[in-house]
C-alpha cells in the first residue's frame, strides 16, 4: 500500500495587514508587561486596577456600574467583581447600591483611590513614554507608526 501523506505545503507568507497587526500585538505586549510590573513594583497596584482608579476618578461622580467599569476594561463581570474587590480591600472604593434600581451595584473611588491613581499616574506616563521610545529606537517602522497616531516622542 502505497503512502497516503502529501508532501509538505509551504506556507503563504502573511500579508502586510496582517505582519503589521502582529507587530501591534507585541508592541502592546510589551508595553503592557512593562506599565504592569512598574506599576505593581511602585504603587502596590495592578494595571486592570489602575485602569479601573482612573476610570473612576474620571466620571463626574466618581462612581460607575459595575457593568459599566466592566465595559470600559474590556473585563467580564466576574473578573470585574473580583478586580472591585481587590480595590475594595485596599479602601480605594467602594460598592453602593443604586437607589433607583436595588439590582444596580456602583463602584464609588474614595480620595485614596484618588491619590493613588494620581501618584500611579506619574509612573505610568513616564513609563509609556519610556517604553515606547525604546521600542521606537528598537525598530524604527514603529517610530513611524507612532507619529502617525500622535505620538510626540522625545
Same mark, same amino acid.
Not at 480591600?89 to 491613581?117: M, N, Q, S
Not at 513614554?129 to 521600542?135: I, K, P
Given at each position: 500500500?502505497?503512502?497516503?501523506?502529501?508532501?509538505? %505545503?509551504? $506556507?503563504?507568507?502573511?500579508?502586510?495587514?496582517?505582519?503589521?497587526?502582529?507587530? =501591534?500585538?507585541?508592541?502592546?505586549?510589551?508595553?503592557? &508587561?512593562?506599565?504592569?510590573?512598574? !506599576?505593581?513594583? @511602585?504603587?502596590?497596584?495592578?494595571?486592570?486596577?489602575?485602569?479601573?482608579?482612573?476610570?473612576?476618578?474620571?466620571?463626574? %461622580?466618581?462612581?460607575? +456600574?459595575?457593568?459599566? $467599569?466592566?465595559?470600559?476594561?474590556?473585563? &467580564?463581570?466576574?473578573?470585574?467583581? @473580583?478586580? =472591585?474587590? +481587590? $480595590? &475594595?480591600?485596599?479602601?480605594?472604593?467602594? +460598592?453602593?447600591?443604586?437607589?433607583?434600581?436595588? @439590582?444596580?451595584?456602583?463602584? =464609588?473611588? %474614595?480620595?485614596?483611590?484618588?491619590? @493613588?491613581?494620581?501618584?500611579?499616574?506619574?509612573?505610568?506616563?513616564?513609563?509609556?513614554?519610556?517604553?515606547?521610545?525604546?521600542?521606537?529606537?528598537?525598530?524604527? +517602522? !514603529?517610530?513611524?507608526?507612532?507619529?502617525?497616531?500622535?505620538?510626540?516622542?522625545?
Amino acid at each position: 500500500m502505497g503512502s497516503t501523506a502529501s508532501a509538505p %505545503t509551504s $506556507l503563504a507568507a502573511p500579508s502586510a495587514v496582517s505582519s503589521a497587526w502582529n507587530h =501591534v500585538l507585541l508592541l502592546h505586549s510589551r508595553v503592557e &508587561n512593562i506599565l504592569a510590573t512598574t !506599576l505593581q513594583r @511602585r504603587h502596590g497596584i495592578g494595571l486592570s486596577e489602575y485602569r479601573a482608579l482612573g476610570h473612576l476618578a474620571a466620571s463626574p %461622580t466618581g462612581e460607575l +456600574r459595575m457593568q459599566e $467599569l466592566a465595559d470600559k476594561l474590556g473585563l &467580564n463581570q466576574s473578573s470585574v467583581t @473580583r478586580l =472591585v474587590a +481587590r $480595590l &475594595n480591600a485596599a479602601d480605594y472604593t467602594y +460598592r453602593d447600591l443604586c437607589p433607583d434600581d436595588k @439590582r444596580g451595584v456602583y463602584t =464609588v473611588i %474614595t480620595e485614596a483611590g484618588r491619590a @493613588r491613581h494620581a501618584e500611579a499616574s506619574l509612573t505610568y506616563e513616564a513609563t509609556l513614554a519610556d517604553a515606547l521610545e525604546e521600542a521606537g529606537q528598537a525598530d524604527p +517602522r !514603529l517610530t513611524t507608526a507612532l507619529a502617525a497616531l500622535g505620538w510626540p516622542g522625545k
